[in-house]
């Protein structure tokens, strides 16, 4: 039996080639969805979000924060909020470019075209889109927010590897009491 070698791994170089310039890119991609809150700039600020968390930061071994790896898995298993979060961007992330959503942990998950249904859209006249799932409940710039620090916080090896009280503070503020409980 002959072994067949594996093909050498072709990198495509446009001018994003590393974490840290996905990064930029997800800020870039940020600003734009707090501008407009279309749904363009929202498929691009989490599919860009997943891909920074799932690859980039993983395969980036050469550039890629100390930390990372260990503040990215370490924060899922022991925070329910940083599970539900990354489970949440992973699924809007591959539901909109395959259509269908996987993690049966996200019961109901909804997402709402732009509308107003917050009072930060209404007092800026601005719809927002809206993603509800398992009794929480973001718009579109709470969700930027949430991941925005979330990220920055993976970036900053300074930060230590617990997530800042801020953060989960935030995510909890989204979870919307049961009034039957």
Request: proline share 6%.
């Amino acid at each position: 039996m002959s072994k067949s070698k594996s093909k050498p791994k072709i990198r495509i170089d446009y001018g994003l080639n590393d974490c840290y310039q996905l990064f930029d890119k997800l800020k870039y991609d940020g600003e734009r969805l707090l501008k407009g809150h279309h749904p363009y700039d929202f498929f691009n600020f989490i599919v860009t979000a997943y891909h920074l968390l799932k690859d980039w930061i993983k395969n980036d071994y050469l550039k890629r924060p100390k930390y990372a790896c260990k503040k990215v898995e370490r924060s899922r298993q022991r925070y329910p909020e940083i599970d539900l979060l990354l489970n949440l961007i992973d699924d809007i992330a591959n539901g909109s470019k395959h259509f269908y959503k996987k993690d049966p942990r996200l019961e109901n998950i909804e997402i709402c075209p732009p509308e107003i249904r917050s009072w930060s859209a209404y007092f800026r006249n601005q719809p927002m889109i809206y993603v509800s799932t398992n009794g929480y409940f973001f718009s579109s710039m709470t969700l930027h927010s949430i991941i925005m620090k979330y990220v920055a916080w993976i970036f900053d090896d300074d930060l230590g590897l617990e997530p800042p009280k801020d953060l989960l503070d935030l995510i909890k503020k989204c979870k919307i009491e049961d009034p039957k409980a």
